[in-house]
T-cell receptor, first 113, second 113 residues
């Protein structure tokens, strides 16, 4: 998983498995959290977001879980496919302004066929 | 299709030369941003602009300059004063509403030798 730390985590899974990517955020005042997916040589794409008044939100094949007690965010991808292979990172913000976003270092997900 | 276009995709410069990276959006967004992405680090904000003819320094503005003469365009100049300019540069835009999602371009990889 990912942390606001020193290394670039990697996660390797088999096609069809569920993937869980983790993010430890730093600011207890953060009230909005986002997951991005970035394919090689491309810009990040929004996957899913969650506000601090929720602890779970589901999208298409993705679920974000928020644990404010331990300042932890996770992204779950169901039935992972080779096309899901990418760099994933989280972002946190407070007050609603994009210029206050703090981005995590990211996790490289590799899906093996 | 609406989107953000960054050009060029790859840029090579000699040390001591200024270089300008282009960013154009047709999403009618008021806000635009420049980020730098380095391996093992989260995105870092260089400059942002919330309205035409106005811009603000981000966390790592030293050695960079921007202009915002048109709503659609937010060029970034990497000056010779930037000590470590080789990086992947990402431009983004958003509306100015609370927690409005960022839309990213596909980046410019700048290599300075």
């Amino acid at each position: 998983g990912e942390s606001v730390g020193l290394h670039l985590p990697t996660l390797s899974v088999q096609e069809g498995d569920n993937s869980i990517i983790n993010c430890a955020y730093s600011n207890s005042a953060s009230d909005y959290f986002i997951w991005y997916k970035q394919e090689s040589g491309k810009g990040p794409q929004f996957i899913i977001d969650i506000r601090s008044n929720m602890d779970k939100r589901q999208g298409q094949r993705v679920t974000v879980l928020l644990n404010k007690t331990v300042k932890h965010l996770s992204l779950q991808i169901a039935a992972t496919q080779p096309g899901d292979s990418a760099f994933f990172f989280c972002a946190e913000s407070y007050g609603g302004s994009n210029y206050k976003l703090t981005f995590g270092k990211g996790t490289l997900l590799t899906v093996n066929p | 299709d609406g989107g953000i276009t960054q050009s060029p995709k790859y840029l090579f410069r000699k040390e001591g030369q200024n270089v300008t990276l282009s960013c154009e959006q047709n999403l009618n967004h008021d806000a635009m941003y420049w980020y730098r992405q380095d391996p093992g680090q989260g995105l870092r904000l260089i400059y942002y602009s919330q309205i035409v003819n106005d811009f603000q320094k981000g966390d790592i503005a030293e050695g960079y300059s921007v202009s915002r003469e048109k709503k659609e365009s937010f060029p970034l100049t990497v000056t010779s004063a930037q000590k470590n300019p080789t990086a992947f540069y990402l431009c983004a835009s958003s509306s100015t509403g609370q927690n409005s999602p960022l839309h990213f371009g596909n980046g410019t990889r700048l290599t300075v030798t």
